[in-house]
């Protein structure tokens, strides 16, 4: 399940991967991006793919639970089986997450392992997402996102119980940003096991 991930592809070639429109500035080269912090993301506006900035972690203040109870927490990352049924995602967006690679660790405190996981080929990876905007306290809007997961392939098994809902090609990215949300969903499973290539990580 992704807590951190990399992202070293500048934007320019990101749009040019994904033949979207750029909106978003260049960061520089995220090595280490955690929750909370602002990354690139693909969302459809007017039909055409773009490009923006948004936080990853979803403020879910405002939307209420199946009881009707307020949702305040914060969510990174939502599991892909119950998404499209919980009332708390009720009307929200669809949003892609370029990266090109996430992170892992194993072992026990204080003797932990970081391990780096990208695609075997070592082009990028495309996570889904959902994404709204969210009104923060005093009237500024912030785009947000929240990672999807489901079940590990036999690729990540050893590294975590949970892994990214990871888009395999183009026409998938199509099919998740366009597609009712039947089809939509059909696309929330697990990668194929040999696309992804895992090593330990030099980073801490």
Not at 74 to 90: H, L
Not at 156 to 162: E, S
Request: glycine share 10%.
């Amino acid at each position: 399940m992704p807590g951190r991930v990399a992202l070293t592809t500048p934007p320019a070639r990101l749009a040019r991967a994904f033949d979207a429109r750029l909106e978003v500035p260049d960061p520089g080269p995220r090595e280490d991006a955690a929750p909370g912090e602002q990354v690139a993301a693909l969302i459809l506006h007017d039909e055409t793919g773009v490009l923006v900035q948004a936080r990853w972690g979803m403020v879910m203040s405002g939307r209420v639970n199946a009881r009707g109870r307020p949702v305040m927490e914060t969510i990174v990352n939502a599991r892909a089986e119950t998404v499209f049924g919980k009332s708390a995602f009720a009307g929200v967006g669809r949003a892609v997450l370029p990266v090109d690679a996430w992170y892992e660790w194993t072992g026990t405190a204080g003797r932990k392992t970081r391990w780096r996981i990208g695609a075997a080929d070592g082009g990028l990876l495309a996570f889904a997402a959902i994404a709204d905007v969210w009104t923060a306290p005093g009237g500024t809007r912030v785009r947000q996102l929240a990672t999807l997961t489901c079940a590990p392939n036999a690729d990540v098994a050893d590294y975590h119980h949970r892994m990214p809902v990871i888009l395999p090609d183009a026409a998938a990215v199509g099919v998740w940003l366009t597609a009712p949300a039947d089809r939509a969903a059909a696309l929330l499973a697990p990668l194929p096991g040999g696309r992804l290539s895992v090593r330990r990580s030099e980073l801490k």
